[in-house]
């Protein structure tokens, strides 16, 4: 070797295997960037085939390593350091191969068990490293066509089989499954027994994502993630089907939100939604395991509880819901107080038979009363609410057809002067003469108008029959005296209403002046809008007054900022005054604030003496109730007025 041209010569034996060596090595690695490059733009079966061809590039590149080391005199157990694949013994750098390989691999041994899966498969899959097995993944239907396609695939033969897997929650998985044995070099101690195979899956429906995305569409509410309506009916009807047979008890509860158009219209549609996302968050952290929550339409949700062991754990849970909603939500920084309303029905044993769709349509009912009641609670079901829906539609027809028949009377109250004993006014009260009915209170067929907008016909109807009565009293020579009437919600947001009113005083020939006007405090109104038409009636001579002061949430609020001549003390807070110590503070203050703000102020439903002496001594200007008189009809009324007015010319 001393000689330079042996020297020379076997420098260049040298160069000529380690040029030789490279080829072999890097050769593979461009073919596979241009394989890579094929996979990107490939689709359907020709990616499946180009990732089998890429896959025994990495190989074919692992087995060359492995036999350059052994001529570099390495043994193959120092190159096999770190061969951990999820229990597989296989090299760390063909681990780091398959896991970037963009398709689902499974590697399994002849008897079928789960070495490991690279990274794809579990995304795919969504199972567990830990804890995966084919019996878990595999429909038991295609074990055995997988077993016999691993004894084709022995002598190196690539094997294409279908498969039925599941994902791991549980819904099916159409695959194409390609299976081929790995050579015996990428794992350590080869076997004749335990031979290393490969899997890779084809998706059987190129579709499959999209699929799945319309089917979690149909079942699942986008916005809030909650299930659906659909997938709500068929989990409720799978219980009540388990509860046949497993005698337990299903409460299903419809719930909806109270006043959430007013949060739609005051924050915008986009803040309603935040508002239903962080709703069904507070629903879903006060479920248990064995509920269901579900958003059913707009604002409103539905659950159901299961295994409810008594009556108590009932109501607790009801108000749990209820509770949730306690706290503000906050939308544009600002918090907002949300409450809701529950409709609640009982499946037990003696209803194990009804259906998903009658158990929803009875809390339903029960929701139904509850918002007539006042909203923020919950009601159980009875078998008496399955007439209600049909009574309000009977009473709804039968309303309209009321006015054009006549069949609406007006009752007038007096409303009498503190220190004189005089009437100075009266308020005018609607009743339905039913003809097979009888007599029909208010508050039997105000709340359907006011919920069906008849309440805007009803209501000019009252105006004009009011006024024209109040004229024809004074025509007679009657004192002339203001007459109250009621506006509703739906009249006041009326574009028209003082021109409405303006015609009414035309057509009756009533004086501006005689006409009272009462908005109830508890409306939710527009405060500059509500400004400007209450400053349009003002300026025509109309007075306006509030009625039930100090049951709502704004009374101080609408003092400041509309023109109010007159507050009416609400006849909850006269009725206990004598026996409760808050009442009568109350309504003494309600008194001093309404003559310091230079407002009248009148007490309603004064039915005994000692309310009256109450009022007395606090100076209220006036009073109206039965201890003075009951609402009259119009006949009974101009009677009783005719007396009074003998009464004080005799006295004068």
């Known amino acids: 070797m001393n000689n330079p041209k042996e020297q020379e010569l076997e420098s260049r034996r040298q160069k000529t295997r380690l040029a030789s060596t490279n080829v072999i090595r890097f050769a593979p690695a461009a073919a596979m960037g241009a394989g890579a490059w094929a996979w990107w733009v490939a689709e359907g079966s020709l990616r499946v085939a180009v990732s089998l061809v890429l896959l025994g590039m990495i190989i074919y590149v692992v087995y060359v390593e492995v036999i350059m080391k052994r001529f570099q005199h390495t043994s193959l157990s120092q190159a096999l350091t770190d061969h951990t694949l999820t229990g597989a013994s296989v090299n760390t750098s063909l681990k780091h191969v398959y896991n970037h390989v963009p398709v689902p691999i499974l590697f399994l041994r002849r008897d079928g068990f789960v070495i490991g899966a690279n990274t794809s498969f579990y995304e795919e899959t969504q199972f567990d490293d830990t804890a995966l097995s084919v019996g878990q993944w595999i429909d038991e239907r295609y074990k055995a066509k997988l077993s016999n396609a691993l004894s084709e695939a022995l002598d190196g033969s690539e094997v294409q089989l279908e498969l039925l897997g599941y994902h791991n929650q549980g819904f099916p998985q159409d695959w194409i499954a390609h299976i081929a044995r790995l050579p015996d070099c990428v794992y350590p101690n080869p076997s004749l027994d335990h031979p290393l195979f490969s899997v890779c899956l084809q998706d059987a429906s190129p579709d499959r994502h999209m699929a799945e995305r319309i089917r979690y569409m149909s079942y699942y509410d986008d916005m809030t993630g909650l299930p659906n309506r659909r997938m709500f009916m068929q989990r409720l009807e799978e219980a009540l089907n388990m509860a046949a047979n497993a005698s337990f008890t299903i409460v299903v509860m419809y719930m909806d939100l109270d006043r959430f158009k007013r949060i739609n219209d005051t924050f915008g549609t986009d803040f309603g939604d935040m508002l239903l996302m ?52 906050y939308l544009n920084d600002i918090p907002v107080h949300v409450t809701m309303s529950i409709g609640v029905t009982i499946i037990d044993k003696s209803q194990y038979h009804a259906k998903a769709g009658m158990a929803i349509k009875q809390a339903d009912l029960a929701l139904s009363r509850v918002k007539e009641q006042g909203k923020n609670g919950y009601l159980f079901y009875t078998s008496e609410m399955n007439d209600r829906p049909l009574e309000r539609i009977t009473l709804e027809n039968d309303m309209r057809i009321a006015l054009t028949k006549e069949e609406f009377e007006l009752f007038y109250q007096p409303q009498v002067d503190m220190n004189s004993q005089q009437i100075v006014g009266v308020e005018a009260l609607v009743r339905w003469n039913h003809p097979e009915r009888g007599l029909i209170s208010p508050g039997d067929f105000i709340p359907l108008a006011e919920e069906n907008g008849f309440i805007v016909a009803l209501g000019t109807w009252v105006m004009e029959e009011a006024c024209r009565q109040n004229m024809k009293w004074q025509n007679i020579g009657l004192p002339p005296i203001p007459v109250s009437v009621n506006l509703s919600v739906r009249q006041f947001e009326m574009k028209n209403l003082a021109e409405t009113v303006r015609d009414v005083l035309i057509r009756t020939g009533l004086e501006p002046r005689y006409l009272d006007l009462e908005i109830t405090e508890s409306m939710t109104l527009d405060v500059s809008r509500a400004s400007h038409i209450l400053k349009k009636l003002k300026d ?92 009259l009809s119009c006949q009974r009324f101009e009677e009783l007025f005719r007396r009074h007015c003998k009464q004080e010319v005799t006295q004068m």
């Open 278 to 329: 962080q709703c069904a968050e507070r629903l879903l952290r006060s479920m248990t395991d064995n509920d269901v929550v579900a958003r059913m339409e707009g604002d409103e949700f539905a659950c159901f509880l299961t295994y409810i062991e008594s009556e108590q754990e009932m109501h607790e849970r009801v108000r749990q819901c209820l509770a949730v909603m306690e706290e503000p939500f």
């Open 540 to 631: 025509m001579g109309v007075a306006i007054s509030i009625d039930d002061f100090g049951t709502g949430y704004s009374s101080l609020h609408y003092l400041k900022n509309f023109p109010i001549h007159r507050l009416k003390i609400d006849r909850s807070f006269v009725r206990d005054l004598e026996h409760d110590p808050n009442d009568a503070a109350i309504v003494s203050a309600i008194i001093a604030l309404g003559h310091n703000m230079n407002m009248q102020v009148i007490a309603e439903g004064v039915e005994t003496e000692e309310q009256l002496l109450f009022l007395q001594k606090h100076r209220c200007d006036e009073i109206q109730g039965y201890y003075f008189s009951p609402p």
